[in-house]
């Protein structure tokens, strides 16, 4: 199997950030994102306190963009994650009046002791087993009635997946394996949680979608590969990629947005 790449700052500088500006493809995404989010809540609550839980709350990215973007209300997240340093991190970016308390737990494993207004999972999900019917449950049996559960998962319809999808067994000898949000959404029908559907398109704007560097950084970022290795190892896959995006002439990111809300069966 292959190695998954050094995750750190210094690796990621340079091998990535010198030719893509991955943090501002990022940043766009999440405001992209965080305003069809807000919209949803906005609409859903009248009161303005929200008492809400971020699974997968990672470094907080997403509540921030929220709380930006969602002036009439106050949201408070407890705060879920494995990761002890991602809960860390989560405490250095959110600020006090925002947070309500760490929970460290995988959603999988998470025993729910309360209900909230609001549960949030933006690309949290990527390794849920959605098979289990009880990790796809706790979603409705988390939320309040009258509350609301956004999850946000990359969709097949993005390039992004359809790549790594069409790449990965011979990149990784593995069949690909990441949760996506159809299959998600499928899990949900599955187990009679109800709900509806979104698709939110983010465009990835390189500054060349013909330059080698900028499509072989792309490339290892999307196959979680070390773009040095590209040429001897993974060579004729990624021949394959860049013509196909040259072609194509633009790369697109499209989430699907789950949205459940207990009240309507
Ligand atoms: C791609 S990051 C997204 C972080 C954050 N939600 C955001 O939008 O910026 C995924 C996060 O989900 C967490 N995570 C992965 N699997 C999880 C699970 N089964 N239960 C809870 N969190 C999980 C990871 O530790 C990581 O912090």
Same mark, same amino acid.
């Given at each position: ?5 050094? %995750? ?37 609550? /009248? ?13 907080? %990215?997403?509540? =921030?963009? #929220?709380? %930006? #973007? ?47 207004? #609001? ?6 999900? *990527?390794?849920?087993? *959605?098979?289990?019917?009880? !990790? $796809? ?18 969709? &097949? ?16 000898? !593995? ?10 959404? &499928? ?17 990835? !704007?390189?500054?060349? $979608? ?5 499509? +072989? ?24 990629? /860049?013509? +196909?995006?040259?072609? &194509?002439? =633009? #790369? =697109? ?6 949205? *459940? %809300?207990?009240?309507?069966?």
């Amino acid at each position: 199997m292959v190695k998954m790449v050094d %995750r750190s700052e210094k690796f990621y500088q340079e091998q990535y950030s010198q030719y893509a500006d991955f943090e501002k493809i990022i940043q766009d995404e999440y405001e992209i994102i965080g305003r069809v989010l807000a919209a949803k809540i906005a609409a859903r609550f /009248s009161s303005t306190r929200i008492v809400a839980l971020d699974v997968g709350a990672g470094t907080g %990215r997403m509540p =921030k963009t #929220l709380f %930006r #973007l969602s002036k009439d209300h106050q949201i408070i997240f407890d705060y879920m994650d494995p990761v002890a340093s991602a809960l860390r991190m989560y405490e250095d970016s959110v600020s006090p009046e925002c947070r309500g308390i760490p929970i460290q737990s995988d959603w999988a494993s998470y025993e729910p002791d309360k209900q909230y207004d #609001l549960v949030l999972a933006n690309n949290s999900f *990527c390794g849920i087993d *959605c098979s289990d019917e009880g !990790t $796809i449950r706790k979603i409705s049996a988390i939320t309040k009635k009258k509350g609301l559960s956004l999850i946000v998962l990359p969709s &097949q319809r993005g390039d992004w997946v359809q790549y790594a999808q069409k790449y990965w067994k011979s990149v990784h000898q !593995t069949p690909f394996s990441k949760t996506i949000f159809e299959d998600f959404a &499928q899990a949900l029908a599955e187990y009679s949680v109800q709900h509806t559907e979104d698709f939110v398109e983010a465009p990835v !704007t390189l500054p060349s $979608i013909d330059d080698e560097h900028i499509l +072989s950084t792309v490339f290892a970022v999307m196959m979680y590969v070390n773009r040095t290795e590209i040429p001897k190892r993974w060579n004729d896959a990624y021949v394959d990629f /860049s013509r +196909s995006v040259r072609k &194509q002439g =633009k #790369l =697109k990111f499209v989430y699907g947005i789950a949205e *459940c %809300r207990p009240d309507e069966k």
